[in-house]
């Protein structure tokens, strides 16, 4: 069974609902969840965040969170979750900040790097990907540890 059919079954066996807030992944965690038939049962929507305005705007992330941390953080993964949940009025939500590259990387935060947050009402993991896999390869990798995250949450 594939990660997003297991999230569903585990969604619909709670009665959960889900969102994403999604930056680096540009809507491909969005996009495999909703590929599952029935998926309208318990997937209420997703945004996706590619700028810090939106991220302020329709997630809650604070001003001071991105110019003391950075969009790629801990702290703004964990504040785009919460405010997914929030806007979207869900159970449940992941979110993806990164640097899918091949630009953009830094000696503190090189491409690859990837913040990822799952949260499951007030409980909320969170994970550091990193390693360059190529752009491509870098939102692939973030996809599948953002739904693995939020599975083993449901769990």
Not at 7 to 29: F, R, W, Y
Not at 30 to 44: D, H, I, P, R
Not at 60 to 77: P, Y
């Amino acid at each position: 069974m594939k990660l997003e059919e297991e999230i569903g079954e585990l969604l619909k066996a709670k009665n959960l609902s889900l969102s994403t807030a999604e930056s680096c992944t540009g809507g491909g965690i969005a996009a495999l969840v909703t590929s599952v038939s029935g998926s309208s049962e318990y997937f209420k929507g997703g945004i996706v965040a590619y700028s810090n305005d939106v991220k302020m705007a329709l997630l809650h992330v604070s001003a001071e969170t991105l110019e003391k941390h950075g969009a790629v953080s801990r702290e703004t993964v964990t504040e785009m979750v919460k405010g997914a949940m929030n806007t979207l009025k869900t159970d449940c939500a992941v979110a993806t900040s990164g640097i899918a590259g091949p630009g953009g990387g830094t000696p503190e935060k090189p491409v690859g790097t990837v913040w990822i947050a799952a949260a499951y009402k007030n409980e909320i993991k969170t994970m550091k990907q990193e390693g360059d896999c190529g752009r491509a390869g870098n939102v692939q990798k973030a996809i599948q540890n953002a739904l693995l995250l939020l599975c083993n949450l449901l769990k």
